[in-house]
DNA sequence: CTATGTATACTTGTATACTAGCATTCAAAT
DNA sequence: ATTTGAATGCTAGTATACAAGTATACATAG
């Protein structure tokens, strides 16, 4: 029987690795469950007590535990214990700082480039955050990341990217904190409105400031929640 | 026998951890290794090779591979083997950029400060800088981190120092092919010299500027190196 | 009552054995 | 001659067992 040859298999995405392995699996679930605070910071969780909670042993845990540590979401104390990180209100505010510049720089470089199909893109993304439902916080914490990873890609800033999905985790910790009150999801997509008005009229200056007030609103209510949940920050 | 009391054991640092893990040893050792290109790009590492070369038994060694993987400097495919990243040039283009808004960013702040002390402190450094031999590129390559983690640290941004310890490992890959050829030290030292001097007029749009040029430089020889060592990059 | 030693039950670190997927070789079938 | 498929030897992933450091409780000596 003769090989027949396909030379139109541009639509077939094949993606390898899709079934990751269960030490990645454990990585991603345990990151949200800090993340969203299900596991509570200060809290001791073993990797036995992981591993059986889990029905695998300890060495997949371990695995995640050590990418949980580089994130420094979690701290693992030889022969002692490992602990989810309190959060420390410094370093929030460090890596906001960072993301401040980096996505001011994104976003000023993007405003220079005109790119019709961006905007569009965007818009849809802003549209459909203003119809998520009052409450519906997961829903449109997919679509703010979406947002902002689209920016940053499309300036073909994908370091920048990685780094920022880091800092988001740290200051998405305090957002889920807050999720107790109301989060001004109106607020967020208007701000998101204006960077893209910025963008769309080219005006590099106007859309770094209006990005720069966006990513300070994102953490207006650290001082409070500081205040208000102690036990769940570092004493400084 | 009674309990005496110190209150004075402010001299006195304990540092607990001195002695890593075999598994943090081997993730620093083969860090480096990879960095000066003794373990060169493309080439296949399995987990039972490095094992067996260092003595020790396979966990040690995952655990490094894993944090590896994670800064990119090996890929880790499943069932098939290990390899050593080849260089991107766009990475490494796209994290010198990034690294570029870091820098600028922190030497602006610093130069707004006026701290005496720190500028002693980086002089001497630049000094020390000028006084290694031609050749001893491991030397400089030491100072030259210490000039930048004390920049960034003085500006108290621990989380952007970070960041830029991962993106400098990019980037010195590129650096270690370099020291074939001559690496220009005293280029790069009077460039940090320059950088202190617009710091200590506080003149915080020059001292951006220099450390933007500083930046640049620090990559001249990509585009000769991905044509002299193609083997050692990625095709794109 | 206080300080100290000790047993014990944790913890993470390391070693070893086994599982399962992939690539290559090579023989067999067409 | 070409294709197929099984065998083999590699790889990383996972499970289990053991080693070694730490914290706690508690008995014991002073």
Redesign the pocket.
Known sequence: ???ETFDNLSGVSFR??ES???????HRILRAAIIRGDLVPGQ??????I?KKF?????????A??KLGEERLIE????????VRKISVKEVLDARHLREIIEVSIVREVAEKHDAELIRTLRELVAAQKQVPQGDNQSFLLLDEEFHRTLALSAGREYAWRVTEGIKAQMNRVRFLTFGSATPMQQLADEHAGVIDAIEAGDADLAGKRMEQHMRTLITTLPLMAERYPEHFVAE
Chains 1, 2 share one sequence.
């Open positions: 029987m003769e090989m390898p690795q990751l392995s269960i030490g990645a699996q454990l001791a969780i073993s990797e036995i007590e591993s029905s695998v042993s300890r060495q997949p845990v371990r695995e535990f050590i693992v104390l030889p022969q002692r214990g490992t602990y």
